[in-house]
């Protein structure tokens, strides 16, 4: 796909996310909104994500993980729209007996490669994950989504650590919004520069616009191929600046829609300045 056919895809990724959000009156607008330009070109661009939503299995798919398990409303979109499920089924979103609870989970959907509940968790697994694709002689590329807010918690950092002295080949890219549950991560727990932390660490580290197609596709492209011609050059994050609530006037850079759905005359301004009359 072209830059403007994947933007056209995160803009539909941000529609469903409003109707998931809005049909079970609970879940988190506001990072997966930030997300959707990110996981379209993710989707979008074979290139980078290797899939086949037909085999959810496949052996050589890419491992595609999920630290901040929240917003997980941005990897449902995202995989309905890529064939894996139908708008029917998403839109069960949070509501009692549906496979799409607001954490995912591997025992209601295989494909979303790790079950997620407290934050911090996922860097750990992605390291353990590259490091036995290692071990076994596969030749998939491992990613994990990650935020800055679980950047406060110990875990992340040991991850780091373990990552940059085994080497392990995963490409980690950041939600870097600046805001949390509890408001802005600055007033929060100042996290401090990420990128020279990350670095510090042993990780090969880039900032980047996480709303500017063809720099999220050359980001994500060059980490592929720095591994494809080095397997052992190491971990690698790319910190995409977002804005929360992406794309809705109201919800964007406002620390009140991490974790609020929209009421019905919310929606429907929602869904109008994403270009659906409701």
Known sequence: MNDQQIAE????????????????????????LGLADI????????????????KPDWDSRDRLLLSNGHVCAVRYAAMSLAGFFSEKDVLTFRKVGS????????????????????????????????????????????????????????????????????????????????IQIDGFTKDVCNLGDLEKKFQAFGWRAETANGHNIPEIRKSLRDAVNRL????????QIILFKTTLGKGVSFMENAPKWHGTPPNDEQFADAMKQLGVAV
């Not at 607001?102 to 490091?131: C, D, F, M, R, W």
């Not at 040991?158 to 600046?178: C, L, Q, R, S, W």
């Not at 494809?228 to 971990?235: A, K, N, R, V």
């Open 9 to 32: 895809y995160a803009l539909n990724i941000r529609r469903l996310i409003i109707k998931m959000v809005h049909a079970a009156k609970s879940g988190h607008p506001g990072g997966p």
């Open 39 to 54: 996981y379209a070109t993710l989707f979008c661009d074979p290139e980078i994500y290797r899939f086949n939503p037909k």
């Open 99 to 178: 496979r799409f609870q607001g954490h995912p989970s591997t025992k209601y959907i295989p494909s979303v490669e790790n079950s997620s509940g407290s934050l911090g968790q996922g860097l750990s697994a992605a390291t353990g994950i590259a490091l036995g694709k290692r071990l076994q002689g596969k030749n998939y590329n491992v990613f994990v989504c990650i935020s800055d807010g679980e950047c406060g918690e110990g875990m992340t950092w040991e991850a780091a650590t373990a990552a940059a002295h085994h080497k392990a080949p995963v490409i980690a890219f950041m939600d870097y919004n600046g």
């Open 228 to 235: 494809t011609l080095d397997p052992d050059m190491g971990p």
